[in-house]
């Protein structure tokens, strides 16, 4: 899934500045998604600043974001 959406990824960035969360996102949807970050790093006591950014420029789907918590807390 990361392969096939790294040409998103890419297009983002200009002037080598990145955006931190895609384009076009409404406002209160953004939100939400900043919400449901919050609660996956309180759920999992911890924070994965990458993926959370990969969730905010939708490569991520938030399933596959708790997924990724879920895998960090077991390796813990």
Do not use: C, F
Not at 6 to 20: E, F, G, M, P, Y
Not at 45 to 70: A, N, S
């Amino acid at each position: 899934m990361i392969r096939s959406n790294r040409h998103k990824l890419d297009n983002l960035i200009v002037n080598n500045h990145a955006t931190s969360y895609a384009p076009g996102i409404p406002y209160y949807d953004l939100k939400e998604m900043e919400e449901s970050i919050s609660r996956a790093q309180h759920l999992w006591d911890r924070k994965l600043p990458m993926y959370d950014t990969m969730y905010l420029l939708h490569i991520l789907t938030y399933g596959e974001l708790q997924k990724k918590y879920k895998e960090a807390y077991k390796t813990r």
